[in-house]
Structures are given as C-alpha cells and as structure tokens.
Nanobody
Framework: QVQLVESGGGVVQSGGSLRLSCVAS????????IGWFRQGSGRELEKIAC????????YYADSVKGRFTISRDNAANTVTLQMDSLKFGDAGDYIC??????????????????????WGLGTQVTVSL
C-alpha cells in the first residue's frame, strides 16, 4: 500500500523543539522531492520546507528559515523536519507530500498541490505561550 505517514507532533512551549517524521511505504522516497506544508486554524495551506530528489536542494519559507531543517534518511525511507525555536505562529497541522518531478531549488519549491502525487494525513503541532 502506497502511503505517507507523519509523526512527531505534539504540544511544546514557545522556544522549544519538535522533530517530525514522514515515513513512506510502497514506494522509494529517495526518488521523490518532499514538501512539508502547514495548515493553521483558519489559514491556507502554507509551504514550509522542501527537499529535492536530484541534487538534495533545500528550500525554506522565510517564516521558518534558520529555525527548521529538512533532511532525508534513505535507508529508513523517511524525511524529517527538525523544528527549533518554535513560535506560537508555527502551530498547525503539518503535512508531508511527495512529488517525483517537483522542482526544488534554494529559492523555489512548487506550492501547487497537483505537483505532489502522494500526501500524508498530517500531524498536529501546538505551541503554547
């Protein structure tokens, strides 16, 4: 069965850290670019971080640059999102997506949902003040 499953969400105090994981089954994650998206309450889906599948390029939204790190563990078929110095505004449902031909550079990652073939269901992050 082809699926993406996120984990690692939870409740954390402002300034704290969380490490999210996105595990793939049924396909090889290394062949796909990965995007992490965030959807806060009443807000649109926001692209947070991306990792390319060709040259390992990484993209970060300005709102998380310097605080979040995306990385890949091919042996575990997993992509992780390390989130440090969390802020109240970082709260939301974090969703990973995989796209075989999705372009990723330091300055660009597709924000279009149709560019990603597989989507997880998300993991919830709550940041308390």
């Amino acid at each position: 069965q082809v699926q993406l499953v996120e984990s690692g969400g939870g409740v954390v105090q402002s300034g704290g850290s969380l490490r999210l994981s996105c595990v793939a089954s049924g396909f090889t994650l290394a062949d796909y670019a990965i995007g992490w998206f965030r959807q806060g309450s009443g807000r649109e889906l926001e692209k947070i971080a991306c990792l390319g599948n060709r040259d390992g390029a990484t993209y970060y939204a300005d709102s998380v640059k310097g605080r979040f790190t995306i990385s890949r563990d091919n042996a575990a078929n997993t992509v992780t999102l390390q989130m440090d110095s969390l802020k109240f505004g970082d709260a939301g449902d974090y969703i990973c997506a995989a796209g075989r031909t999705t372009a990723v550079t330091e300055y660009y990652c597709s924000p279009y949902t149709y560019d990603y073939e597989y989507w997880g269901l998300g993991t919830q992050v709550t940041v308390s003040l």
